[in-house]
């Protein structure tokens, strides 16, 4: 199994689409990266060498952020809007929908279970 950026990837599927499993690759950069590298997007993950290995490992790390460290600039970055109370960092602190979504109906992703208003016993 090929480990690549501390995500192991899917032994069977071909390296053009293993490569988006790590967080921050997607599939325009992951076939960006194997043009980069010169390796075949056809192989699969299982048929990579180590040498394969080392040098998608080297290109990821040299020149993309990925997995962690972006999580991190990503949490930090919503952080900043709340600390700024900027209009999106309100909805975030509200924890409800940030891009303009309508929330009289729907958003119960953001909003989680509902709670019953107004309906009172006598």
Known sequence: MARIAGIDLPKKKKIEYALPYIYGIGLTTSRKILKDTGIDPEKRVYELTED???ILNKEIQSNYIVEGELRKIVQL???ELMDLGCYRGL?????LPVRGQRTKTNARTRKGKRKTVGAKAK
């Not at 909805?91 to 924890?95: D, I, K, L, Y």
């Open 77 to 79: 970055n919503i952080k």
């Open 52 to 54: 394969e290995v080392s």
């Open 91 to 95: 909805r975030h602190r509200r924890g």
